[in-house]
């Protein structure tokens, strides 16, 4: 029978074996005469020996916290179900090395010898920001029982390379001071606003020009709260490592006369939440092997 697309019947097959695929051996691979348009796609491989940093941030969350009513101006709810995201990608994706986030944005860092999907942006990134978008909406029951979703939320996502341990570090750094600003402005704006009974303008206009000083001195001679006091998940954000943890486990022996069950010790790995400084020499002594070479 004929086919009625006309196309289909133009279409040249080229009959050479250009290979063969596990699951289809022993088949031709066809090409069509519409396979060069492949080569319109923009090589983006990463460069090598640069640690990969994929970093995404929630759509408009200004209006999206609003509408969810987060608390303000931290929701624990909001804050841990991203951190529940993050723990998805770190486990389902590979070679992630440490993780940070605060607020509606997430950064991922990837090793930088990882040869992931030959080290290609677009796999990174659709990879990560696909992973942590739809575990938002699988598990925002979990953390939201009384709240529904009522739309779907979206994230941004951008690759960026960086050649040395400094400057990765420096943009870790560079994330956990954004945090800490923003959560002391966003800390003494909330407390004026919901406390102090002024309007979000006349907040605004009172923080106007105030150093990290003023502005802590205003929340303890005004409201009484040590800033220093506040829980470490606002202050400090949210760090994703990888620990080694031993356990025992039960491992079927099969013996001539019968099976018996014999205790065996492992060694796992699993994703761990820190809520520490990640500027300072500290943390990066007591976790050498995130910057390690052969990680
Ligand atoms: N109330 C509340 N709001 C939050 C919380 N976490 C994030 N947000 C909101 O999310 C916003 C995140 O900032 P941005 O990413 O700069 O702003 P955005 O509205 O998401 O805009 P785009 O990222 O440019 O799309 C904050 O300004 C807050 O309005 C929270 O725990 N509580
Ligand atoms: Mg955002």
């Known amino acids: 029978m004929l086919c009625g697309c006309g196309l289909l019947q133009k279409t040249i097959l080229v009959r050479r074996w250009v290979g063969r695929v596990s699951g289809n051996a022993g ?20 460069l090598q020996n640069c640690w990969i940093v994929v970093r995404l941030d929630g759509r408009n969350f200004h209006k999206f916290a609003e509408q969810h009513y987060f608390t303000k101006p931290n929701d624990d709810r909001a804050l841990q179900l991203m951190n529940r995201c993050a723990q998805s990608v770190m486990l389902e994706l ?7 986030g605060q607020s509606d944005e997430y950064s991922f860092v990837f090793n930088k010898k990882s040869n992931w999907f030959k080290r290609r942006a677009s796999k990174f990134m659709t990879h990560v920001v696909s992973q942590f978008a739809t575990s938002y909406v699988f598990y925002w029951k979990d953390y939201f029982s009384d709240q529904p979703l009522l739309y779907p939320p979206g994230f941004d996502g951008r690759v960026i390379l960086y050649p040395s341990n400094q400057n990765l570090r420096d943009y870790l750094s560079w994330r956990q001071a954004d945090c800490h600003i923003n959560n002391l402005y966003n800390t003494v704006f909330w407390a004026l606003a919901l406390q102090g009974g002024l309007t979000k303008v006349q907040a605004q206009e009172r923080l106007r020009g105030t150093l990290s000083a003023d502005k802590n001195e205003i929340l303890f001679s005004e409201f009484n709260i040590n800033y220093n006091n506040e829980p470490l998940m606002y202050r400090k954000g949210t760090v994703l490592v990888w620990q080694k943890v031993n356990e025992i486990a039960t491992k079927q022996i099969n013996l001539s006369e019968g099976s018996e069950d014999k205790e065996v010790k492992r060694t796992r790995s699993e994703v761990t939440l820190l809520h520490c400084d990640i500027i300072g020499q500290q943390f990066w002594k007591e976790h050498p092997e995130i910057l390690a070479d052969d990680n």
Not at 27 to 46: G, I, L, N, P
Not at 94 to 100: F, G, P, Q, W
């Open 27 to 46: 088949r031709a691979m066809a090409k069509s005469k519409f396979e060069y348009v492949r080569q319109f796609e923009a090589d983006d491989t990463c």
């Open 94 to 100: 590979e070679d992630i090395t440490i993780a940070y």
